[in-house]
């Protein structure tokens, strides 16, 4: 495994394992239980995309790999953007429970596109991260695209397996609160309507 996927494994572990685990611990031992504001998720689910694919671009990756400090910044950013998502996600209920499932959709999608990018790339992406290591030279840049694309699937192993899982999930608990309610909100009719 090359630095790249050793890299999107780092980012895979933070945002789809670490961000997930630590936003239901938080809500599972937190006292707040206010329903979130319905901005507040699209928000989140901006900042998290935006994060990701600002984090990607060549110059700010390559940046990232010279620097310690930014590369810490940058696991900071995506695991706190990704925490802050996935506690909006799992603290929506009521009639509200749509719009997790469909900020999940749209989460998975751009994640999948990124993921795309890097495994159908016709050429190297990061050629400073291949240089910085072992040089540019042809069998480098060949290595590297390699590693790129094993990258590329490992994201699309992952990462939209983490949100249809929790989708699923939400849509389950969705429809049994729905089948609940109806059991007890049924209208009488017949003679259980006059009692």
């Keep these: 495994m ?32 206010r329903q979130t504001t319905p901005g507040a998720l699209g928000l989140a689910t901006l900042a998290q995309l935006a994060a990701l694919w600002g984090w990607h671009a060549p110059p700010l990756l390559d940046r990232a790999h010279e620097s310690p400090a ?83 699937l490992l994201m699309l192993a992952v990462c939209p397996a983490t949100y249809v899982i929790a989708g699923i999930a939400i849509g389950a608990r969705w429809l049994f609160a729905m089948e609940t309610g109806e059991a007890h909100q049924r209208p009488k009719t017949g003679g259980e309507a006059w009692t």
């Design 70 to 152: 930014i590369h810490i910044l940058m696991y900071a950013s995506l695991f706190l953007t990704a925490f802050l998502f996935w506690r909006l996600v799992f603290r929506s209920n009521g009639e509200a429970r749509w719009r997790p499932i469909v900020a999940l959709l749209i989460t998975s999608k751009f994640y999948c596109l990124l993921a795309v990018l890097f495994v159908f790339a016709p050429r190297v992406l990061y050629p400073n991260v291949a240089g910085a290591h072992s040089g540019h030279s042809a069998e480098a840049l060949s290595a590297t695209l390699a590693d790129q694309q094993l990258a590329g």
């Design 2 to 33: 090359g630095l790249l996927a050793i890299h999107m494994t780092m980012h895979i572990l933070l945002m789809n394992l670490l961000a997930p685990l630590a936003a239901i611990a938080t809500l599972r031992y937190g006292r707040e239980r």
